[in-house]
């Protein structure tokens, strides 16, 4: 059973950082692409950062030049580094893995189980 697991959310003042971790486990032949997404209260999940199988990244406009996201594949694991945080940036936090997992090679999309971030002004 794959799974992902978070940790390194919590609280902070207005301009502190925070680290999230994300490690993938299971039957994993493949890591395709690992990311965040977060979600904030009223609001739709959205992309924070991605990274690919080949190391290429990608941000949302709104977190670039603060975040950065970094992978260790022989760890399975996926880290966002937060800096300069605003009080917008308030949200549950989710990573999402595509892997290809199994004897078949199967090919999906995985969650996990979202680690909460908060930013006081």
Not at 38 to 64: F, W
Not at 73 to 96: G, H, R, W
């Amino acid at each position: 059973q794959e799974q992902l697991v978070e940790s390194g959310g919590g609280l902070v003042q207005a301009g502190g950082s925070l680290r999230l971790s994300c490690a993938a486990s299971g039957s994993i032949f493949k890591i395709n692409a690992m990311g965040w997404y977060r979600q904030a209260p009223g609001k739709q999940r959205e992309l924070v950062a991605t990274i690919t199988s080949s190391g290429r990244t990608n941000y949302a406009d709104s977190v670039k030049g603060r975040f950065t996201i970094s992978r260790d594949t022989a760890k399975n694991t996926v880290y966002l580094q937060m800096n300069s945080l605003m009080p917008e940036d308030t949200a549950v936090y989710y990573c999402n893995a595509d892997l290809s997992t199994g004897w078949a090679l199967k090919r999906g999309d995985y969650w996990g189980q979202g680690t909460q971030v908060t930013v006081s002004a």
